[in-house]
């Protein structure tokens, strides 16, 4: 089975502007969830998709924002981008207990 | 909510074996389970307890104490590929939780 993947894998982006991150689960994994990596703060839960439904969120403010569609692919958005988001956006998919991550997006906001 | 603390850096020696310890504060508990990132790259399942002992897969083990809070992961025969970040994470109420990760250990092996 082909991995998780995940697109664009850099990105830049200005202070201000919107961007849309996205994620393909693994075939068959209904769950998608969305973290955000910074070298201080490590591994952020964002927020968790099932079956189209935002079944978990974390502590982000409003202006991330995400979805799924009905093949689970997923995806998150960010508004009004801060020079704070510039992180490594990670999704991951899941069975049980083991969670499958993708290679992530590199997010440079300047 | 949940916290999780583990040392933000550990030196090896190659051939040698590493303990990386986990201590946990949740409202539930429901497994701990170790992360390896190398640089660059996306985070890899390396264990998963759900309940107290030890758990090996090859060079690897990983243990949890559940009255303790704690566990702990366990390389041995340390090689330079090994040299990485590993993350513990738990869920804290059921299957359909988020997995809340530590702030992982940086795990350098030296010659």
């Known amino acids: 089975k082909a991995g998780v993947t995940q697109t664009p894998r850099y990105l830049i982006k200005t202070r201000g502007q919107q961007v849309t991150l996205s994620c393909s689960p693994i075939?068959?994994?209904?769950?998608v969830s969305w973290y955000q990596q910074t070298p201080g703060q490590g591994l952020q839960f964002l927020f968790e998709?099932?079956?189209?439904?935002?079944?978990n969120k974390g502590n982000f403010p409003g202006r991330f924002s995400g979805r799924q569609f009905s093949n689970s692919r997923s995806e998150m958005n960010v508004s009004t981008l801060e020079l704070g988001d510039s992180a490594l956006y990670l999704c991951?998919?899941?069975?049980?207990?083991?969670?499958?991550f993708g290679p992530g997006t590199r997010l440079l906001v300047l | 909510g949940q916290s999780l603390e583990q040392p933000s850096e550990v030196t090896a020696v190659e051939g040698a074996i590493v303990q990386i310890n986990c201590t946990y504060q949740t409202s539930g508990f429901y497994g701990l389970s170790w992360y390896q990132q190398h640089d660059g790259g996306a985070p890899t399942f390396l264990s998963y307890n759900a309940l107290d002992g030890l758990e090996e897969t090859g060079r690897f083990s990983s243990f949890l104490s559940r009255s303790d809070s704690y566990g702990y992961l366990l390389l041995q025969e340390l090689q330079m590929k090994d040299s990485a970040s590993y993350f513990c994470a738990v869920r804290d109420r059921g299957g359909n939780t988020p997995l809340v990760f530590g702030k992982g250990t940086r795990l350098s092996v030296i010659a």
């Open positions: 998709y099932f079956s189209e439904t935002q079944r």
């Open positions: 991951a998919s899941r069975t049980e207990e083991t969670q499958y």
């Open positions: 075939s068959g994994h209904r769950s």
